[in-house]
């Protein structure tokens, strides 16, 4: 039968190898790693010898470290991000990607354009990278896909968004040339650009439930305050659904230019 034990109170354990090391590699413990501030520089350095599922823990860690104010958002900022700028792995890219949606709950509108450049320069060379590659597996669209959002959201990029929107008109009028993964993302970014009308029209008249999903997702990221207004009161209204409401009020919730009206 298999069983789990439960490991109470302070030991020691010694590993043959020079320090520091990572303690729970490929993550296979239940448990947090705290990293010493004096460790940061050489466990980064280390970073790229380790596995993927060790990379996903040591970021995963450093992020929980930071939150339990054991470790400084600045060592987080200045080294430990910084250092995935070389990473391939989608896993550990989106782990990235996740930390950024998180520390952005926190910022204030004053430190926001500061933090959507430190967005933009973090997620860069991974566009960059994918952008030279001539055909993506399916790994690398997912991962584009979800670069690509949070380039947008959080990055608040205006120069991609204007080349989405490009990219989006082209695939509707039936470019061969764009790929279909690329352009379904460049719509569904694009269409959040439109008015509040357009994007209700769109949830109201959608034939499928991808459809659905999908105009639902752009209805919710309108960025201006008119448009979160208008999304809030029709959100409220019988055209709207019990079920749809939450994935209409929770990201206007969470974006820190429509949040405030929440």
């Known amino acids: 039968k298999t069983t789990c034990s439960l490991l109470e109170g302070t030991g020691k354990t010694s590993a043959a190898g020079a320090c520091p090391t990572f303690s729970n ?130 990055g608040e990029d205006d120069a991609m968004a204007k080349k989405l929107d490009a990219v989006a008109k082209k695939f509707a009028a039936g470019d061969k040339t764009i790929d279909a993964d690329y352009g379904q993302v460049a719509t569904e970014i694009a269409a959040r650009f439109q008015t509040p009308a357009a994007l209700q029209k769109a949830v109201e008249t959608a034939a499928t439930p991808p459809a659905h999903a999908l105009a639902l997702h752009a209805a919710s990221g309108v960025t201006t305050p008119e448009a979160a207004r208008a999304q809030l009161e029709w959100m409220l209204t019988p055209a709207v659904k019990l079920q749809d409401v939450r994935s209409i009020l929770w990201p206007l919730a969470s974006h820190h230019a429509t949040r405030h009206y929440v």
């Open 25 to 154: 590699p490929d993550a296979m413990g239940y448990y947090r790693t705290f990293w010493p501030k004096s460790s940061i520089a050489a466990l980064v350095r280390k970073l790229g010898d380790a596995s993927p599922g060790t990379r996903v823990a040591a970021l995963a860690d450093a992020w929980a470290q930071v939150r339990s104010g054991k470790l400084g958002g600045d060592v987080l900022l200045r080294e430990v991000l910084p250092a995935m700028d070389r990473e391939t792995d989608r896993h550990v890219i989106e782990r990235l990607e996740n930390v950024l949606y998180e520390l952005a709950e926190t910022v204030d509108e004053p430190t926001w354009p500061s933090f959507a450049a430190y967005v933009r320069a973090r997620l860069a060379p991974h566009l960059a990278r994918l952008d030279r590659k001539a055909k993506l597996d399916d790994d690398e669209k997912l991962l584009r896909r979800s670069l690509l959002q949070a380039d947008v959201a959080l």
